[in-house]
């Protein structure tokens, strides 16, 4: 039996998933629902001098059959009454005391830290996030990522939250910087637990072309929103193994970003978070999900053999290099398996307009849509040559890109094979390469 009970920064729950800090954690009804479905921690929505929202708030990006790849909105913190959040947090931790409730706070003076940290505390927090984060609307009245991207502010805001916080405080990161490296340690300097990241990437996620406005429209006027969802994980995934591997940077981290399923949070965990928060994906298919992400997180740690959390974060840390620290020796090339390829030759199209030209087409093959390309397979080819219709590669010309791969659409078909494995080519870096290159020179002057 494994354990996925987690500790970031010492803020303990029993297990590494947290709703982040947005609509879904917005009451105590809500929170507690998520707490019975299995979330272990909820950042509640951000508290602060609460405020207007506009109508409408949301846009999104679909891709054909598949809905909500990113989203992105243009809300704001907390519009409901400083008072009523802090009463059911009280009460929700009264009821779950083994969860972990975090008040998300962004407020502006010292004096309102103060005493809004203090009301925290008060109603049973277990920890307080820093809003650096929001890249919409509070960042124009100096909150937010406008916070977030100074590291001086960032440095002394969260010195103000430690001086007044006796529970831990994690800073909430905002992308939107060219190097997330500085701001991370801006916090650490300034005494943070821990940090969190991402928050919303800034974003015009379409424009309705009809009325000539960019979206969500409040009326006919727009503004740029911040954008989460499956589509920013990369983004998020870089971030929190950037600054994982920087050795000058000691917080625990919780990551976010995209996570809807538990192979993206292990993904997270690997990459040196050791809880992850949920937003996106819980307001498009509910509290529910956490049923599978617990589930296939403990399996997946069984198959591997690892007993406890900390025995699975960062674990793919040491693998991340710089570029300049890669194998200029390792190689692969791609292989069509011709038994299940069903000769649609989008990997010779891929190859031979958007790489290197190695894939070839047999003589006499036709050019299918895979559509068509399926359907004479299924009726014993009509007469057509199957076999001319299955592209070949030329292995000695293929750079190992994997682009036929990800173009395939018959799984397993194009799998990426190493080649050149002998002794004779041990490891060479760009670094090494470069060395080298500068002894012949100097010798060749010599
Ligand atoms: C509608 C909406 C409202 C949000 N409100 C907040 C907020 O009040 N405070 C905050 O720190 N982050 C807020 N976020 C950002 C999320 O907490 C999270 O950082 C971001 O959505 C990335 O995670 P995801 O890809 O799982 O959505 C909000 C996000 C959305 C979509
Ligand atoms: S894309 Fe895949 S299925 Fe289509 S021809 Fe190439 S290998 Fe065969
Ligand atoms: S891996 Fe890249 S270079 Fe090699 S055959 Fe495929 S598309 Fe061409």
Request: proline content about 6%; aromatic content about 6%; glycine content about 10%.
């Amino acid at each position: 039996m494994v354990d996925i009970s987690t500790n970031t920064g010492g803020i303990h729950s029993p297990n590494p998933f947290w709703l982040a800090s947005a609509p879904p954690s917005n009451t105590g009804d809500q929170v507690q629902r998520a707490f019975d479905a299995g979330w272990g921690g909820a950042v509640w929505k951000t508290l602060g001098t609460p405020i207007v929202n506009v109508s409408s708030r949301y846009g999104a990006i679909h891709h054909f059959d598949r809905r909500i790849i990113g989203l992105n909105n243009i809300e704001l913190i907390t519009d409901r009454p400083l008072e009523v959040n802090f009463k059911e947090i009280y009460e929700t931790k009264k009821k779950y005391p083994k969860h972990a409730v975090i008040a998300s706070l962004m407020v502006e003076t010292k004096e309102e830290w103060q005493d809004i940290i203090k009301r925290s505390i008060d109603a049973g927090a277990d920890g307080l996030e820093l809003n650096f984060g929001c890249p919409h609307g509070m960042c124009e009245r100096g909150m937010g990522s406008a916070v977030g991207q100074e590291p001086a502010v960032n440095e002394e805001i969260t010195s103000w939250a430690k001086e007044y916080s006796t529970v831990p405080v994690l800073v909430k990161l905002t992308p939107n910087v060219g190097d997330i490296v500085p701001h991370g340690l801006a916090s650490q300097r300034g005494g943070a637990d821990g940090v969190s990241l991402i928050n919303t990437i800034k974003s015009i996620i379409s424009v309705d072309i009809d009325r000539m406005v960019p979206e969500p429209r409040v009326g006919d006027r727009a503004t740029n929103g911040g954008y989460c969802g499956p589509a920013v994980r990369p983004i998020a995934l870089h971030m929190c193994a950037a600054l994982a591997r920087d050795p000058r940077f000691q917080l625990p981290i919780s990551g976010i970003g995209g996570v809807g399923t538990w192979r993206d949070a292990v993904e997270f965990f690997l990459l040196g978070a050791s809880t992850v928060q949920v937003c996106t994906a819980v307001m498009h298919h509910g509290f529910r999900i956490v049923e599978d992400m617990i589930e296939g997180l403990e399996t997946y740690m069984e198959d591997k053999g690892l007993a406890t959390m900390p025995d699975l974060i960062g674990k793919a840390i040491p693998h991340y290099t710089a570029w300049g620290d890669l194998d200029l020796n390792y190689k692969v090339v791609a292989k069509i398996d011709e038994d299940s390829c069903i000769g649609c030759q989008k990997c010779y199209v891929a190859c031979y307009d958007g790489s290197h030209q190695c894939i070839h087409l047999r003589e006499g093959a036709v050019r299918l849509d895979p559509v068509t390309a399926a359907k004479l397979k299924a009726r014993d080819h009509m007469g057509v040559d199957w076999e001319a219709r299955i592209p070949f590669v030329d292995e000695q010309e293929c750079v190992g890109c994997n682009l036929c791969q990800m173009v395939c659409p018959v799984p397993n078909c194009v799998t990426m094979v190493e080649v050149d494995k002998d002794e004779s080519k041990p490891l060479l870096t760009y670094k090494d390469f470069q060395r080298q290159e500068a002894e012949r020179k100097a010798a060749r002057k010599g």
